[in-house]
């Protein structure tokens, strides 16, 4: 028996409690709270459209009226994405609690898969590149915190809890615990970093699978 993938609205709720948890006051947050959290913050604009998008997709199987939601939310994105400047599009696979922290310069490729409590900020680019064995787009792990303008391309994968510094440039793994700086990025300060700690934390925490013969 396989952990229980959260629900696109379970997602969509720990992504706005992201935000809340950066203005003042504490949980528990009242609706008129998050409502009031959900306008103020644009880059919000676009992960709402996006958990919509993936929602109408895989959850919400209605003939014709599921199909007329994922047109919307469709068109929403790329509105957003041409006034905002974040590329994320419904085949991106992001666990809850995605976070912008500015909007402006954001390309994710479609085939990425982000794990839980990731952060991205301004600039950011994750894409394909690569050749060869390399080719391919990246996997980001849980509790990663991607800079302003960093880059990440090719079949990759970013450990969980890893800081992307600044204007780095990834090309290759980063392990668990790592910071990574630099065109090309090297790895520093492996396992110092403190979201790797967050990151275990909650591993240990999580029941373990188990299989049914």
């Given at each position: 028996m396989s952990e229980r993938r959260p629900s696109e609205l379970e997602c969509l709720r720990a992504d706005l409690e992201r935000y809340l948890e950066l203005r003042p006051g504490g949980p528990p947050w009242p609706?008129?709270?998050?409502?009031?959290?959900?306008?103020?913050?644009?880059?919000?604009?676009?992960?709402?459209?996006?958990?919509?998008?993936?929602?109408?997709?895989?959850?919400?199987?209605?003939?014709?009226?599921?199909?007329?939601?994922?047109?919307?939310?469709?068109?929403?994105?790329?509105?957003?994405?041409?006034?905002?400047?974040?590329?994320?599009?419904?085949?991106?696979?992001?666990?809850?609690g995605l976070y912008f922290g500015h909007f402006g310069g954001v390309w994710i490729n479609p085939n990425v898969k982000l794990g839980k409590q990731v952060s991205i900020l301004n600039g950011v680019t994750i894409g394909q590149g690569g050749q060869g064995a390399t080719a391919g787009v990246p996997t980001i792990g849980d509790f990663v915190y991607i800079g302003p303008h960093a880059v990440i391309v090719s079949k990759l994968k970013v450990g969980n809890g890893c800081v992307i510094a600044a204007n780095s440039l990834v090309v290759t793994d980063i392990p668990d615990g790592a910071t990574a700086i630099g065109v090309p990025a090297r790895v520093m300060m492996k396992g110092a970093n403190p979201l790797a700690a967050k990151a275990a934390e909650a591993t240990e925490t999580k029941p373990q699978a188990t299989s049914v013969a």
């Amino acid at each position: 028996m396989s952990e229980r993938r959260p629900s696109e609205l379970e997602c969509l709720r720990a992504d706005l409690e992201r935000y809340l948890e950066l203005r003042p006051g504490g949980p528990p947050w009242p609706w008129h709270r998050r409502l009031k959290c959900a306008i103020a913050e644009e880059a919000f604009w676009t992960i709402y459209w996006y958990r919509v998008a993936r929602w109408a997709t895989r959850e919400f199987r209605v003939p014709v009226l599921s199909h007329l939601v994922r047109i919307v939310a469709k068109l929403m994105l790329r509105v957003l994405r041409i006034t905002h400047g974040i590329g994320i599009v419904p085949s991106v696979e992001a666990g809850p609690g995605l976070y912008f922290g500015h909007f402006g310069g954001v390309w994710i490729n479609p085939n990425v898969k982000l794990g839980k409590q990731v952060s991205i900020l301004n600039g950011v680019t994750i894409g394909q590149g690569g050749q060869g064995a390399t080719a391919g787009v990246p996997t980001i792990g849980d509790f990663v915190y991607i800079g302003p303008h960093a880059v990440i391309v090719s079949k990759l994968k970013v450990g969980n809890g890893c800081v992307i510094a600044a204007n780095s440039l990834v090309v290759t793994d980063i392990p668990d615990g790592a910071t990574a700086i630099g065109v090309p990025a090297r790895v520093m300060m492996k396992g110092a970093n403190p979201l790797a700690a967050k990151a275990a934390e909650a591993t240990e925490t999580k029941p373990q699978a188990t299989s049914v013969a």
